[in-house]
Every structure is written in C-alpha cells, then in structure tokens.
C-alpha cells in the first residue's frame, strides 16, 4: 500500500498526515503530487532596495506611458506558502519587486542588425479580488520601438507562481492582451526567464523577425535534453515507453512486462527520469507521490480541491484498507440481489477509526453519516435502477446497450459465413464457429435465411474470440478468474432493435484437454435459461474490458498522449494549430499519470477487478498492435470499419448507418461535422494556400514525430495519413479534437450509470461455465441454486464496491470543466475571422443539444425512447457538475 507522502513548504517541513488533511478547518485536501511546492536555496540573502527601479528605456518626446497589469492567481500552494522564505517574500512584495518584466519588440534593430533591448520594469502588488492578486509595472515605451511581440517574466518570489494574463496599456492601437495561464517557476529554483508570447498567432514563416530566436529557443526548454530526473517546476515534454506500472523493489510477483516495443507495441508516455528499479534494472521506480508530468499540465486547484488527484488519492488510501477491515474476505461475494441492494439501502460500516468523518468531508455522494460513530459507505443508485430495477435482466436492454451504452464501440456487421476465427488451427483448434446457420435460423424462426439476413446487413456481432483466446490459458492459472473466447450474435428487427441470437465460449486446447466450444440461446427451459444468463455474465465481463481498457483508455487517453508531446516539442505557442489543440489537451497528461500511478499499475483496480488480471495490460498492446490505426479514428471512418456504415452523398452527414437508430452515430455524427466546420474554417484561414501547410517546418516536425516518436511502433504503417494539404490537415486535427471530446465523453460519463449497478456490466467473471467439463457434484449444484452459481460468477464484495466507487468518481465532472465549444479562447477572440468562425460553432453545438432532447422524445426511436430506458445524452455538449449523464468536455480530462 503506497503511502502519503509528507509535504514540504519552503525550510519548514509541515506534515499532513491523511487522516487530518485539512488546516484550521479548511477545506484543503492533501496533495499527492509533490513531497515540495518550492525548494529555496540556502544561500538565500535578504537585500533591502532604498528606491524603486525604473523602467530601462531611452526617453524620447514620442515615448507612450504603458501600463502593465498581471493577474496572478491565489493557488493552493501561495496559501501554505510557509516558513522563512515567506517573510523573504512579503519584504519583496512590500518593495515592489515581485515580477520582473521585460517587453520584447516584435522586430529587429535595423540598424544593429539585432535584437532591440528589452525594456525591464518591476511589478509591484495593487489589489486582491478574491482568488485574484493584480500587480502593475509602468513603462516608458520609445516611438521606435515598434509592437510588442513578448514578455519575458522573472519571478523574484521564492515559491512558484501562477499568471493568468498580462494586459499591456497605453499603445496607440489599443491594449495588448498576453494569456499566461501558467506557472512561473521561482528564479531562485530556475535562472531561465519565462517567456510568454502575445495572443497573436503566426506561422513560423510569419514570425516577426524580433521573435524567430525566442520562438526557437523556447521550444529547445520544452524539448529538454532528455538526461536527469525532472523537477516538479520543469516543463520539459519528452518521451518513454511504460516501463512504470509495476513494483519489483516491493515485490518481485509485481514485475511488469515493458510496453513499447517489438514484443509489447504501445504508445509513448511522458519521460520522468526517475531512476531504474534495483530488482529490475529496465523498470522505472515507483514513488509515493504521482509521477512528473510538465508543470502546466498539472490540475487546476478547483479539480485538486473538489475532484480528481485528491479525490481518488484519498479514495484509495482511505476508502479501501475501510472496505478490507469491513469485508474481511476479499474473495467473498454476493449471495443474492438483497446483499446487492444493500449497498445502495444500508451501505458499509467503514471501520474508519481516526480517518471519522474525512471521506463524508471530499466524497458527499458516497459517504454519508448515520450515528455519531459510524461511516457508512453509502452508494447512489444510478438512474439505471431508479427506471427500472431489473434492467440487467432483460435481453433486450442487453442489447439496447451495444448501440446506446457506454461501449458503442465494439458491435459490429457480420459480413461472411461461416464465422472463422484467423489463428493458428494447430494451436486453437477448428477454425469454423460453432454457431450454425441452422442454430440462427432457429432462433429467427423462419423469417429469413442466414444468407439474406447478411445481404440485407440484419446480423451484428461482438467479437472477443482472436483476441482473447491465446490468453485464455495464462488467465485461468491466475487464481479467482476465468477466460474464454467468445463471440456474440445479434439479429436487427424492423424496429431497429436489436435481438441477441446466440453467445459461443471458446476453451482452447489445454492442460491435455481438447479445445472446448458451447453455444448458448435465448431459450424457454429453466437449464439453458440459466445457462444463457450465466454466458450473459461472461461475455458482459469481456465487454467491460474491451470498453475501458480499449475503448477508453487505449483509444482516448494512451494514445492521446503523444500528440500532446509532440505539439508542445515542435509548435510554438503562437502557432495557430497549437492554439487551437490546446484546450482539447489540458489534463489529459495528469489523468493519464493518475491512471499510471493508481489503476492500470501492477496490482491496481484493473489487474484486482478485471478477467485478464495482471495480463491486462498485455491485452491492451496486443489490441495497440492488431486493431489501432490514426485513419480509422475519427467517427465516420470507425463506423465504416466495423461496418455500421457506408458512404451515401445523399445521406445526412454523408453516411447511410447500417442501423438507422444508432444514438451515439446518430449523435456524434452531428458533433463531428460541427467540430470539422470549425477547423475547415480555421484551418482555411491560415492556410490559404496549399504550400503552406508543406513549407511549414513546425508543423511537418510535429507530424513526423507523432508517427516516428511517438507512436514509434507504428510508424513504418502504410496508412498514416499524409500532411501536404488544408484538407489533410483539417482531416488529422478533427480526428484528433473528436478523440479528446467526443469520443472520451461517450465512453466516460456513462460509466456509473450503466456499471455503477454491478450486474449489469460485471467486470470479472469469476469462475468457468457449469457445463464445461463439470464433475457430478459441480453440476448438480447447478441445477439445485442456479442463482447461486450465477452470483458466485460475479466479482467479488471487494471488487465490485472498489470498482462502483471509482466509477463514481471518474463519471463526474469537475466544477471548473471546460465543455467544447462553450467559451471562445483569447488567441481566437483577437481575430474577428477566427471569432466569428467560433461563435458559429457554438451555435451548432447548442442546436445540437436541441436535436438531442427531441430525439429523446421520439417514440419510434425504440433505443433511446420507451419504458424504463434512461435517455442517450453522453454527447449532449453542456452540463452542470457533478455524475449527470451528460456534456462533452474539450479534452481528457478526468
């Protein structure tokens, strides 16, 4: 179990121990992140300044007075800025010489040849408005001196800061407007002046000549040097493989295979530099304290307060040794849908001892109060249950939920008959599925044949046998769980619903015993009813899987993160293509740390609560190195690979679906041409010309090395798009946004309400089929309690209020979420073309939200209208805070 790591503030070690998190009553949780905000050197000396410095200029007659005012948010760490190094600090604020600024001309000398000086001032504090401290520096500026291009900023404080913007006054054409919304490292931890651009943006052939070397220099800081262990204030972007999700210092059965690779194929993370592992010299080693992420992707303090880091932190190291103590077996699980519903009626006694009253404190919705001595685990039904108790129960929702669930993304058309699987029949066995035509038509009875039910594209499948079977045997000598392959066949009925026909479990050939194969139906006998729900329960535990470790975290965030790397390495700040990415990457790096470091690490809530165990994350690489291309993520192009649609100019959105109600297409499709409106128009207004988009340095580099870097193991593919055109471009960059936005949203804020009820989308299937090879004993106690034998399948009490309690947590979203297409960045609001182009945007995601709300209204839209059916709203774009069901956040953010 990690432990909480003591902070640090300045000289002065202040230890906040879990079980007390807060200081004089305040609300301010522990902070995983870091053992230190700041580290001042001990050499510091105080100087006292008899007057104050005056701006560095050469008067003239023409020379304009300027005023510069930094907004500079009060943080959590300015807060418990303690110790000595605070009075250093006040003594600094008091003399005026907080921030140094320097203004940088946007031009060249023309008669040095050079770079024109830099005018230098000193802010000093003015105000405070709530969380906002306003400082103000005044400038002489020469007529000669031309545009202001940059501000070079020196922060003479011992501890970090935080700089929302720098509004430039005084200049004939109006104020300059400079968004920071970044921290500026203390000088005294690093020499290197920060520098932040205006809001301008230019490509790199348009860069005034005054700001190509700073543009240049910038990006070599944010690429590093690739050598030592970063620091919490860097922001260095660089890459490495996952070779941190194991423990092998703690304990030798925690070593992890490396992913990135010609064994384990997987996407690039963000290179630390901590050191190796002592017991594994190819191993990263783990800290107590969550990996380094660059300083600006790190959490606002609104998401650190109320949600995410902390929130799961304290969730895991508080809520789960209370479950150990209360449980007692970890292995103990259900005995029928009374212990089930107890979780949501009575809760469980956490045995919280000196941790009384913390988890209420940051996870209201959970923990809730019942005697002056008790905490009670106490989880919100999800809005599945309050529509309909025994929705988990009915095929039809089982169904229902492969169009308009939280995994929309894996059904596919049956294209051939017979279904064959393509591995090795010497190793796996016959090829041909058992699913027969006569077994389909059956179950169809008599409507069509099999041979038209595939012309007329009315069969659909969920297909887990390739991929699961080799694995099949390394997961079963893993102790509680089991594995098959399996494929799932579905028949669409002329309602546009779905009707599963038949589910086949796969046992390779092992342990001497032949391979295994048994079909199971919808039937009306008792014996195959039971043994249909409990096929049910199997192939249920594989979608899970599918949904978040593919899905979600391999599709959205794992393969986001090199597109993050690369842009801050090879964009500058003021390239148009960076400015517009941004918003779709804040805190997708932390998340996807958090994730490292808590979920998808050796022994964590995925390997503990998910049929592949501790090979889970070798599922992910091999699905990394089967199934992911850039081409085939973008929505139109997914729904083309699997099928579900084909290219019609005469349909909307230019796709005829192979199912007419399909909510998440139906929905997304609206999304996605909304979001490619706005980055044609974007785009085209950059790249007028089509040269422009190959004689841009920057942005070619930032391509080249998502695809040679990056994703490094793909990059001798033959389907990687080329970059040469607008049109490509905005092809790459809506793929991309729709990923971050779109994509996540729908397979993210769902998860509560359709796993948060267990049976449901159980994440484990415990133990094997009743008639594969049963002995006597093993199946008549089958026949005697199939209920039994059902519950006894699901995950265990441990696992499944552990995973219902994270699910709750990253189903929600945070106060401060940032939805696409709600606010107008201000890079883009300087440009009335650009501002213009947006404020359309925004008009067709609300209109969007319209079209949602009607087509929930429809009765003839049978998947998402009718009894005891919870509304498809994943990618309605706005919503309020908290577990709703709804919005699409810009970028990955939780």
């Known amino acids: 179990m990690l432990k909480p790591q003591a902070c640090q503030f300045g000289s002065t070690k202040t230890i906040l121990p879990l079980r007390n998190p807060f200081l004089h009553g305040s609300a301010l949780p522990f902070n995983p992140r870091r053992p230190s905000f700041n580290k001042a050197r001990n050499n510091s000396k105080l100087v006292f300044f008899t007057r104050n410095i005056k701006a560095v200029t050469t008067r003239t007659e023409k020379a304009a007075g300027v005023k510069a005012t930094v907004t500079v948010k009060q943080t959590l760490s300015s807060r418990l800025n303690l110790g000595l190094n605070r009075g250093f600090d006040e003594i600094q604020d008091m003399l005026g010489r907080t921030l140094l600024l320097e203004l940088v001309s946007a031009e060249l000398d023309p008669r040095a040849g050079g770079g024109k000086k830099t ?35 020196e922060n003479e404080h011992h501890r970090e800061m935080y700089v929302q913007e720098i509004v430039l006054d005084g200049f004939h054409n109006g104020p300059v407007h400079v968004k920071c919304a970044s921290w500026v490292h203390s000088k005294f931890d690093n020499a290197h002046k920060r520098v932040f651009f205006t809001n301008k943006s230019y490509l790199p052939w348009q860069t005034p000549s005054g700001l190509k070397k700073l543009r240049e220099e910038e990006l070599k800081v944010l690429r590093g040097d690739g050598e030592g262990e970063r620091k919490v204030f860097d922001r260095v972007y660089d890459y490495d493989v996952y070779n941190d999700l194991g423990d092998p210092d ?27 592992c002592d017991a594994d010299p190819v191993s990263e080693k783990r800290t107590s304290v969550l990996p380094y992420v660059p300083r600006d992707e790190v959490f606002s303090d609104v998401k650190l307060l109320t949600f995410s880091t902390n929130y799961l932190y304290c969730l895991l190291h508080g809520m789960i040794p209370s479950l150990e103590g209360a449980i007692g077996d970890a292995n103990r699980g259900f005995s029928s849908l009374t212990d089930i519903d107890q979780l949501f009626n009575e809760g469980i006694n956490l045995p919280l001892q000196e941790n009384k009253g913390f988890l209420k404190s940051i996870m209201p919705r959970l923990i809730k109060t019942i005697t002056d001595t008790d905490d009670v685990l106490h989880f919100e039904p999800p809005l599945t249950v309050h529509k309909d108790k ?15 669930g939280c995994n929309p993304f894996s059904i596919r058309l049956v294209t051939e008959w017979p279904l064959k699987s393509k591995l090795d029949p010497q190793i796996y066995g016959p090829s041909e599925s058992a699913i027969t035509k006569e077994l389909i038509e059956k179950q169809i009875k008599g409507y069509m044949t099999v041979d038209e039910a595939i012309k007329q594209k009315k069969l659909f499948i969920l297909d887990y046998h390739d991929w699961f079977l080799p694995y099949v045997k390394k997961v079963r000598d893993v102790e509680g769980t089991t594995l098959y392959g399996s494929r799932t066949l579905f028949f669409l009925n002329p309602d546009d619903t779905l009707r599963p026909l038949a589910i086949e479990l796969t046992r390779p050939p092992m342990d001497g015993k032949p391979v295994w194969k048994s079909v199971y139906t919808p039937s009306w006998n008792s014996t195959d009813v039971w043994l249909w ?20 975290w391999l599709r959205t965030h794992c393969c986001t ?29 932390e998340t996807n740390a958090l994730g490292r470091q808590f979920l998808i690490n050796g022994d964590g809530i995925i390997e503990s609560s998910f049929s592949p165990s501790k090979y889970s994350l070798e599922l992910n690489s091999l699905a990394y190195g089967q199934q992911w291309r850039f081409d085939q ?10 099928g579900m649609a084909v290219e019609d100019a005469s349909a909307p959105h230019g796709l005829r679906l192979a199912i007419k109600d399909y909510p998440f297409a139906n929905d997304g499709l609206i999304l996605w041409d909304a979001i490619k409106q706005w980055i044609s128009e974007y785009v085209n207004h950059y790249y007028s010309k089509s040269s422009f988009v190959e004689s841009d340095e920057e942005l070619q580099a930032w391509w080249n090395e998502i695809r040679t870097v990056g994703h490094f193991d793909k990059k001798d593919e033959p389907w990687w798009p080329d970059l040469r055109t607008p049109q490509d471009l905005v092809e790459i960059l809506t793929t ?23 049976p449901n989308r159980p994440t484990i299937a415990r133990t094997k089929m009743p008639n594969e090879d049963p002995s006597e004993e093993q199946w008549k106690h089958f026949l005697e309690n199939p209920e039994a034998v059902l519950f006894e399948c699901f995950p265990s009490q441990m696992q499944a209020a552990r995973v219902m309690a994270v699910w709750d947590v990253l189903s929600s979203h945070s106060p401060d979420e940032e939805y696409i297409g709600a606010t107008i960045e201000p890079s883009w609001a300087e ?32 998947n998402r209208c009718g009894a005891g059916i919870v509304a498809y709203e994943f990618l309605k774009p706005f919503s309020e805070p908290g577990v709703t069901g709804k919005g699409v956040p810009s970028s990955i953010s939780i």
């Open 119 to 153: 005018i230098k001032g000193y802010a000093r504090q003015v105000s405070k408005e709530k969380d906002d401290v306003n400082y103000e520096a005044k400038f002489e500026v020469p007529a000669g001196f031309g545009e202001v291009g940059a501000v070079l900023v």
């Open 633 to 642: 993520q973008g929505l139109p192009a997914d729904l083309i690979n699997r």
């Open 561 to 589: 993160e090199p597109y993050i790397l690369a842009a801050n390495r090879q964009l500058s700040e003021m390239h148009p293509v960076y400015r517009l990415l941004h918003p779709h990457f804040r805190y997708t790096m």
């Open 831 to 862: 440009n009335s073309d650009i501002k213009a182009a947006f404020e359309r945007f925004h008009g067709r995601l609300e209109e969007l939200e319209r079209v949602v709300d009607q087509r929930n209204g429809y009765r003839n839209l049978k």
């Open 533 to 552: 729900r409990l096929a049910k329960a199997h192939v249920l535990a594989h979608d899970s899987y599918h949904h978040q470790l593919v899905s979600h």
């Open 250 to 276: 703690n304990d030798l059965s925690k070593k992890r295979p490396i992913l990135g690779g010609k064994q384990f194929p997987y996407p690039r993370r963000c290179r630390t530099g901590r050191p190796m």
């Open 736 to 758: 991309m946004v729709w990923v971050c936005s779109g994509h996540h949203a729908s397979v993210n804020f769902g998860q509560y309400a359709y796993a948060g009820y267990f």
């Open 390 to 404: 025994l929705f988990w129960y009915r095929d039809e929702e089982f169904a229902r939920q492969t169009l308009a």
